[in-house]
T-cell receptor, first 116, second 115 residues
């Protein structure tokens, strides 16, 4: 059974700091990994999706890396801003060999606060 | 193009009642999935439907049911509501190619409160 863990559970940083959020998964037979942002009480906004054949994916100030062999992914946020304050979730899909349902397994998220 | 839409936004129900939540996927998306997110946790998979057929079901009791319509919209039904069903219910849609990746796009969610 796939398990996804995110550390730390909460993080508070001053504006302008570069930061790294961590995601680990137990079953390395993943097809891709997706990072999401969630504002309080809101839905999920997809930030980045990394295919299993990729090692990095970049969008603006965000950079996500994937190391399947070690079961880890990191989300790097450069020059953090107060508007980046949100919960960040990573998710991996069920391995294709385990059935046809494309369910995502999520971590519990990292709650980020960027202080002005 | 409109994103995934869900209705209603908020809902308050009493224990024992029944509730129906609705979801419209992104145009062209044929797969719809439902997730439950309890406060402080990541979303938990409930159902996936593709081409009106159930593709998978998570570890939820039979009180939870869903269906998908010919226009690919979907309904999630929960019977005999319990206090523990209070959560944010999220709907996600995706393309469903035979091969290749399938990015999932989430709606704004329906906040269900059971009193």
């Amino acid at each position: 059974k796939q398990e996804v863990t995110q550390i730390p559970a909460a993080l508070s940083v001053p504006e302008g700091e570069n930061l790294v959020l961590n995601c680990s998964f137990t079953d390395s037979a993943i097809y891709n990994l997706q990072w999401f942002r969630q504002d309080p009480g809101k839905g999920l906004t997809s930030l980045l999706l990394i295919q299993s054949s990729q090692r990095e994916q970049t969008s603006g100030r965000l950079n996500a890396s994937l190391d399947k062999s070690s079961g880890r992914s990191t989300l790097y946020i450069a020059a953090s801003q107060p508007g980046d304050s949100a919960t960040y979730l990573c998710a991996v899909p069920r391995p294709l060999s385990s059935g046809s349902a494309r369910q995502l397994t999520f971590g519990s998220g990292t709650q980020l606060t960027v202080l002005p | 193009d409109a994103g995934v839409t869900q209705s209603p936004t908020h809902l308050i129900k009493t224990r024992g009642q029944q509730v129906t939540l609705r979801c419209s996927p992104i145009s062209g998306h044929k797969s719809v999935s439902w997730y439950q997110q309890v406060l402080g946790q990541g979303p938990q998979f409930i159902f996936q439907y593709y081409e009106k057929e159930e593709r998978g079901r998570g570890n939820f009791p039979d009180r939870f049911s869903a269906r998908q319509f010919p226009n690919y919209s979907s309904e999630l039904n929960v019977n005999a509501l319990l206090l523990g069903d209070s959560a944010l219910y999220l709907c996600a849609s995706s393309l469903e190619p035979q091969e290749g990746y399938y990015e999932q796009y989430f709606g704004p969610g329906t906040r269900l409160t059971v009193t």
